[in-house]
């Protein structure tokens, strides 16, 4: 299933998520790495020394959301600023400045 403006694919399906029982807010493009961090952590007694590397990696997929979607944004700004520059200069002031202004 592809999420619109995501370049990361979801690779967990609706019923695996419904199954390891993850959080609706936590079911995005990182939910495959998700799943296997909780029976991890539910294995080990959510033992903060353990599963460092399944937390790494899920975290790492979060950054990585997180920036694609700041980077979307920032693209989204610059146009909307270019769209504002290219309309103020081809508008007719409605108040004209005079000689002495």
């Known amino acids: 299933m592809e999420v619109p403006g995501s370049s990361k694919p979801m690779l967990a399906t ?3 998520m419904v199954e390891a029982r993850v959080p609706i ?3 995005d493009q990182c939910a495959h790495l ?3 961090l909780n029976k991890c952590r539910h294995a080990e007694f959510f033992l903060p020394w353990k599963c460092e590397n399944e937390r790494h990696i899920y975290e ?7 920036m ?3 980077l979307q944004m920032q ?9 504002k ?6 508008t007719i002031p409605l108040i004209p400045k005079t000689a002495n202004a």
């Open 14 to 16: 609706q019923e695996e």
């Open 34 to 36: 998700l799943i296997p």
């Open 60 to 66: 790492k997929c979060e950054y990585e959301l997180v």
């Open 25 to 27: 807010p936590y079911r």
């Open 75 to 83: 693209k989204i700004r610059e146009a909307e600023a270019k769209h």
């Open 85 to 90: 520059q290219s309309h103020k200069q081809g």
């Open 68 to 70: 694609e979607r700041m």
